[in-house]
């Protein structure tokens, strides 16, 4: 079969669910991953044919597809902060805000670094804790561009934590990863200059506005709290890093963009100064940071 005529079908398949540029996108990525092929070398070989193997994988992906099923987790793979990372339905997949969550963390850390290199060097000893770590996202870019940290990283998951561990081996970087549920945890092993955490944070009440791929197919444990409780990881969180954080550590959030002043709030109540909420390109409340100083 030539690719030209799957590649019809499948867009008259996928045009009524989705926009024609997201079905292009989901075309390339497909071939480039089946066949090895860019669009370019694609638009150079106009009748090229494909095998009955290579048609089978394009139908399975096709299918999952029409089941609206995210093209990340056919691939098994994606990319974040410009790097690759395996996904599977035990992880959800890395979203550009977090790595807006990333990029701030790490221009902070930076920063206090030349700050500091007066007094005497942070490079060697900087101790960073991820909370929440699903595909290993943050922890595993943090140690790319920070190589001289020292970055552990807890989730309640196992099947999450094998996956950041691959994904870690992967990018040739060592974390520290630990399966402990934070939520029964009464204290944090060591001081961290730096806590982050993207943790559970939607509420029940808010899956209405969710698309259904999200809802189908990614796992609800690492996205839904209950509606009468939506801090409930933020509060507890808030807590042990109260006792953890170094002299002038700072703790990350990513957050709800429905309760920034909520999150202001506890973080007060619990002591923090310097709240800053930060947003994210589309103008909404999405970060937030606080220190203990």
Same mark, same amino acid.
């Given at each position: 079969m030539k690719l030209k005529e799957f590649k019809a079908e499948f867009f008259r398949k996928l045009l009524p669910l989705f926009p024609e540029t997201e079905v292009e996108s989901f075309f390339y990525l497909l071939t480039e991953a089946y066949l090895e092929k860019k669009r370019i070398q694609l638009a150079l070989e106009p009748e090229l044919e494909i095998n009955e193997e290579q048609l089978e994988q394009f139908q399975k992906a096709l299918g999952r597809l029409l089941?609206?099923? !995210?093209? @990340? *987790?056919? #691939?098994? =793979?994606? %990319?974040?902060?410009? *790097? !690759?990372?395996? $996904? =599977? @339905?035990?992880? #959800?997949? !890395?979203?550009?805000?977090? %790595? %807006? #969550? $990333?990029?701030w963390i790490i221009e902070d850390v930076k920063n206090k670094n030349q700050e500091n290199s007066h007094h005497k060097p942070l490079n060697s000893k900087i101790t960073i804790l991820d909370i929440g770590t699903g595909s290993g996202c943050i922890p595993i870019s943090l140690a790319k561009e920070l190589p001289y940290a020292k970055i552990s990283s807890i989730d309640v998951s196992k099947e999450a934590l094998q996956m950041a561990q691959r994904n870690a081996e992967l990018n040739e970087v060592e974390v520290n990863f630990i399966q402990q549920d934070i939520l029964t945890t009464e204290s944090l092993p060591e001081k961290y200059d730096v806590i982050v955490s993207n943790p559970p944070y939607v509420r029940i009440l808010e899956k209405e506005m969710m698309h259904q791929n999200v809802l189908d197919f990614e796992p609800d444990l690492a996205l839904f709290v209950e509606n009468e409780n939506p801090l409930i990881f933020y509060r507890k969180i808030a807590q042990l890093a109260k006792e953890a954080l170094t002299e002038n550590g700072t703790l990350y959030f990513e957050i709800n963009e429905y309760l920034p002043e909520e999150m202001k709030s506890l973080l007060k109540g619990f002591g923090y100064k310097e709240i800053e909420l930060k947003k994210d390109i589309f103008g909404k409340n999405r970060m937030c940071s606080a220190s203990l100083r």
């Amino acid at each position: 079969m030539k690719l030209k005529e799957f590649k019809a079908e499948f867009f008259r398949k996928l045009l009524p669910l989705f926009p024609e540029t997201e079905v292009e996108s989901f075309f390339y990525l497909l071939t480039e991953a089946y066949l090895e092929k860019k669009r370019i070398q694609l638009a150079l070989e106009p009748e090229l044919e494909i095998n009955e193997e290579q048609l089978e994988q394009f139908q399975k992906a096709l299918g999952r597809l029409l089941q609206q099923e !995210p093209i @990340q *987790y056919i #691939l098994g =793979n994606t %990319e974040f902060f410009g *790097y !690759p990372f395996q $996904v =599977n @339905q035990h992880t #959800l997949i !890395p979203r550009p805000e977090t %790595e %807006e #969550l $990333v990029a701030w963390i790490i221009e902070d850390v930076k920063n206090k670094n030349q700050e500091n290199s007066h007094h005497k060097p942070l490079n060697s000893k900087i101790t960073i804790l991820d909370i929440g770590t699903g595909s290993g996202c943050i922890p595993i870019s943090l140690a790319k561009e920070l190589p001289y940290a020292k970055i552990s990283s807890i989730d309640v998951s196992k099947e999450a934590l094998q996956m950041a561990q691959r994904n870690a081996e992967l990018n040739e970087v060592e974390v520290n990863f630990i399966q402990q549920d934070i939520l029964t945890t009464e204290s944090l092993p060591e001081k961290y200059d730096v806590i982050v955490s993207n943790p559970p944070y939607v509420r029940i009440l808010e899956k209405e506005m969710m698309h259904q791929n999200v809802l189908d197919f990614e796992p609800d444990l690492a996205l839904f709290v209950e509606n009468e409780n939506p801090l409930i990881f933020y509060r507890k969180i808030a807590q042990l890093a109260k006792e953890a954080l170094t002299e002038n550590g700072t703790l990350y959030f990513e957050i709800n963009e429905y309760l920034p002043e909520e999150m202001k709030s506890l973080l007060k109540g619990f002591g923090y100064k310097e709240i800053e909420l930060k947003k994210d390109i589309f103008g909404k409340n999405r970060m937030c940071s606080a220190s203990l100083r």
